[in-house]
């Protein structure tokens, strides 16, 4: 039932559908991550840098030559950009009740022209010591630069409500498939009814089980779900289904849901809703935790280098022949990939009995590995599948293809820990141990996809440490 809606039909990125592959050039860059809101953002954001400038000082800058100023507004222009990109403000955000953009790009600028300031402080120095430059490496005034953290925010969020704008224009307004009981539909309909040139309700069900064929008969670019009992012969199959064709999924917020903690609550006709995805983090935020784990791999090295030469050595000694062991896991999207980590078990320890989940006291493992096992520092190899791209230092725990097969079938949703690379470490990992129950696992490993940020990794790799050292102990 849920196959036709694998194409996108009506949003942007319906382009990927395209069964010729001879698309428009900028449909092509759609695809690819690349958005005409990026050069109004350029174009806008230096003009702030440059109009500045000329305010305060009319054609005549002083202290450096214009050349380099332009420079330093380049820069700075590519770095808002950048964080803008990676703060998410890139990606095909759903129309239908969308939030203010502006908290969003002013915390963006705001970190953008922290980092801006930051990067002059390390680099005027160096540029000094090299002698190309007796002053500041990257000339912009402070004075300037609050005054571009300030008016990128409102131009960006312009930018963006322009945007939606020519899109709303181009589409129509969201067409609505609405689900609930006739109470709830009929409190529904009044509240819609005063929102009517921003939602076109298609539809209306009592029965859940019929949303995808609603949706196809309609066109519908939205669900909206009125309660959480009729999430449930949605979940996960049909959700899925209906976010892979971008068809976006609302679920209406009562008393009892906000119990518990919900943020970004969305506002339709008056009605408080929540955005149901089943991809939790967008492209953009998936890359830069890539460049995070580069960055962090690159800084640490000289530790883990030494660290993971000191393991070897030991395993050699009391394990031998061979010190690797290198097995199948399941990745990201669900790829399989070859981990490897440190033998600690017996040779062939799966010879009876097949794969099988780790115990609290297991027979297999050789009795001089056991710490190695409790300080996790067979894991320490994993770092090549780091650097490789098929992990990440911090993500849910790889599994075996034959477990996960068997998770997939008795946990609902037990795929979706799947959209990011498997990590080193894990919020599952410092909460848990080897015998967890994999659903307690499974809520760890979801909260960890919702919530993840760079400071999330960095509490989740320190507190490992300190998880290593206090069982050292």
């Known amino acids: 039932m849920t196959e036709p809606l694998a194409t996108p039909r009506s949003h942007d990125d319906a382009v990927d559908g395209d069964p010729t592959g001879e698309l428009p050039l900028l449909a092509r860059l759609n695809r690819r991550g690349f958005r005409l809101v990026m050069v109004m953002d350029v174009v806008v954001l230096y003009g702030i840098a440059v109009g500045t400038m000329l305010v305060r000082d009319g054609f005549t800058w002083r202290n450096y030559p214009v050349p380099l100023y332009l420079t330093s507004f380049a820069f700075v222009t590519l770095l808002f950009v950048a964080t803008l990109y990676f703060g998410g403000l890139y990606e095909r955000e759903p129309r239908l009740g969308a939030p ?3 908290p969003r790009a002013a915390r963006q600028t705001l970190a953008a022209g922290s980092t801006f300031a930051l990067l002059t402080l390390v680099l005027t120095p160096i540029a000094n010591e090299l002698g190309l430059t007796t002053q500041r490496a990257l000339p912009i005034p402070i004075i300037n630069l609050v005054v571009l953290i300030v008016l990128g925010a409102m131009a960006t969020a312009t930018n963006r409500r322009v ?11 969201p067409k609505v498939v609405v689900v609930g009981d006739a109470a709830e539909l009929e409190v529904a309909r009044q509240h819609l009814a005063e929102d009517a040139e921003r939602v076109r309700v298609v539809a209306e069900l009592t029965d859940p089980s019929r949303t995808v064929e609603e949706v196809l008969r309609t066109e519908a670019t939205d669900v909206v779900l009125l309660a959480r009992e009729h999430l449930d012969p949605l979940y996960p199959d049909v959700v899925e289904a209906l976010d892979r064709a971008g068809i976006t999924v609302l679920l209406r917020v009562t008393a009892r849901e906000t119990m518990f903690g919900l943020e970004r609550v969305r506002e ?14 967008p492209v953009s935020r998936a890359r830069f935790k890539r460049f995070f784990d580069v960055t962090v791999l690159t800084v640490a090295a000289p530790v883990w280098l030494l660290v993971l030469g000191a393991v070897a050595v030991h395993q050699l000694i009391v394990v031998g022949r061979p010190l690797l062991y290198w097995q199948e896991r399941v990745g990201v999207a669900g790829r399989p990939f070859r981990m490897v980590k440190f033998r600690t078990m017996v040779l062939d320890a799966e010879a009876v009995g097949g794969a099988q989940l780790a115990e609290r006291e297991d027979p297999r493992v050789i009795p001089a590995c056991r710490w190695v096992r409790a300080t996790r520092m067979d894991e320490l190899p994993q770092l090549w599948n780091v650097l490789r791209g098929e992990m990440s230092l911090v993500g849910p725990r790889p599994e075996r293809p034959e477990l996960t097969a068997a998770f997939e079938r008795s946990i609902p949703g037990y795929a979706r820990r799947h959209e990011l690379p498997p990590g080193l470490t894990g919020l599952a990992q410092i909460h848990g141990r080897y015998h967890t129950d994999a659903e307690y696992k499974l809520g760890y490993d979801l909260q960890y996809l919702v919530n993840w940020s760079p400071v999330l990794d960095l509490e989740i790799l320190f507190r490992t440490a300190w998880v290593v050292i206090a069982r050292r102990i």
């Open 163 to 173: 945007a939606s704008m020519v899109r709303t224009r181009r589409e129509g307004p």
């Open 268 to 281: 339709v006709g008056g009605l408080p809703f929540v955005l149901l995805r089943s991809q939790t983090i």
């Open 100 to 102: 203010s953009v502006l």
